[in-house]
């Protein structure tokens, strides 16, 4: 079995962590750098991504000993975790802390500090005219991005059977000027039972305010070069002993230098979780002319 990713852990642990947690609650958008590297993480309610910006892969966090400092947050694998960022948040929400890897030691200083979150907020909701503010959702800040978002929640997270409940726990995958990235954690309640059904990737053209799909970003005819593409990740991830004939899904979401790919046990015969991100300039031949207004070129 392959490692199990940090993005199924921190999708199933997160949302009970978020609600003891003090690290940055809310949503925040943060942008700095990790030793001389520029870095941008997006937080929801304790569950947090972040990705290199000249690479514009997101990664998932873990946010562990929650509700003290100094807070630590890991790439955290099966049965291993990896690289952690440790410190400390100000008051105005500024992370300074250390990047260090666990296999070689390596340490790099951290600065984060809050940046504008482009097309979304945090409202507040109240139960009745005269009524006290009771809780804080996330919304867009462009009506047709908004009625897009609650149709898919609708279409994802409403059950017809009157004896499940789902649950979707929404996370910021990517939000920058062309682009919104979510995965949605969802779980089912039947008859008190709770099962893990897998992470839901969505992704948005902003301006447009709709939800783009692999025909939109790839050209006819690419399927077979995308899965050799996909194998070959897979393969460099998790090697030989590993393989699976896994295919191209459409289960992915978009940033502005490439494409994450994410398989749950529903989608292959297989335990865990597993993920492929291809940079865009692996799959030049295979895009649409129309990718370009959602690229942004590698930041230094």
Known sequence: ?????????????????????????????LRGTLGPYPITMDVLNGAVFFSYDRIGHPISLQVLYAGKEPY????????????????RQTADGVFRGTWMNSATGKALPVLLRPAAAPH???????????????DRIL????????????????????????????????QIAWN???????????????????????????????????????????RPDSDNELNRLIRLDYLRQFGPEDEHS????????????????????EHYQAEGHFEVFLPFTALEALLRPEVSRWREPPKK
């Not at 642990?13 to 949503?27: D, K, N, T």
């Open 139 to 170: 919304v867009a800040t462009s009506g047709p991005l908004q009625v897009a978002l609650d149709r898919d929640h609708n279409e994802l997270c409403v059950d017809p059977d009157p004896h499940r409940q789902l649950s979707c726990v929404p």
């Open 72 to 87: 630590r947050l890991c790439e955290a694998y099966y049965e291993a975790e990896q690289n952690c960022l440790a410190g």
């Open 1 to 29: 079995m392959p490692p199990l990713p940090l993005l199924l852990l921190a999708l199933i642990l997160l949302p009970a962590l978020g609600a003891q947690s003090r690290f940055l609650p809310g949503y925040r958008h």
């Open 120 to 134: 979304l907020a945090m409202a507040k909701l109240r139960t009745g005219p005269s009524a006290p503010s009771t």
């Open 246 to 265: 896994f295919q191209t899904t459409p289960n992915f979401l978009l940033t502005s230098q490439g494409i994450l790919f994410g398989w749950d046990q």
């Open 176 to 218: 920058s000027a062309r682009l919104l990235s979510l995965a949605v954690s969802i779980q089912s309640y039947y008859d008190g039972t709770k099962d893990f059904i897998g992470v839901a990737y969505q992704t948005y053209d902003v301006v447009r305010g709709r939800r783009l799909r692999l025909d939109d970003i790839f």
